[in-house]
């Protein structure tokens, strides 16, 4: 469950990269402190190994950790915030593909609607 008892409807590896994200912002985590390893951290989570990994490489992408083989990603960065009033937030990688999968349903259906109009219009003189 999520905030006020919501189902959190967050991708596993975006909810993982959420909040070590809010770790780092927080504190809790600071630059140059080790992540919790993999196996911790799948623990934690309740989830696979490849989707903590995922969520690490979310985070690497945004230069907020830096991982090497063999050895514990380390927070390299504290991930900038945006005042109130400031520029919108950028939408979540998980927002901007249900928006391009909306935006297909919507053109499918549009061309739907064009088909049954032209059927209606050839029907209607029999």
Do not use: C
């Not at 809790?28 to 990994?53: C, F």
């Not at 945006?82 to 919507?106: H, M, R, V």
């Amino acid at each position: 469950m999520g905030r006020n008892g919501s189902v959190d409807r967050r991708k596993v590896y975006v909810r993982i990269a959420d909040d070590l994200r809010n770790d780092i912002a927080s504190g809790r985590l600071a630059v140059g402190d080790p992540l919790p390893s993999i196996a911790q951290l799948v623990e934690r989570n309740g989830a696979a190994k490849a989707t903590v990994e995922r969520a690490l490489a979310v985070l690497r992408e945004e230069g907020l950790i830096q991982s090497r083989q063999g050895s514990p990603s380390v927070v390299v960065a504290i991930p900038e915030h945006e005042e109130a009033g400031d520029s919108p937030q950028e939408p979540s990688q998980e927002f901007t593909l249900l928006w391009a999968q909306l935006q297909e349903i919507k053109e499918s259906l549009r061309q739907q609607r064009i088909r049954l109009d032209e059927l209606d219009e050839r029907t209607k003189d029999r």
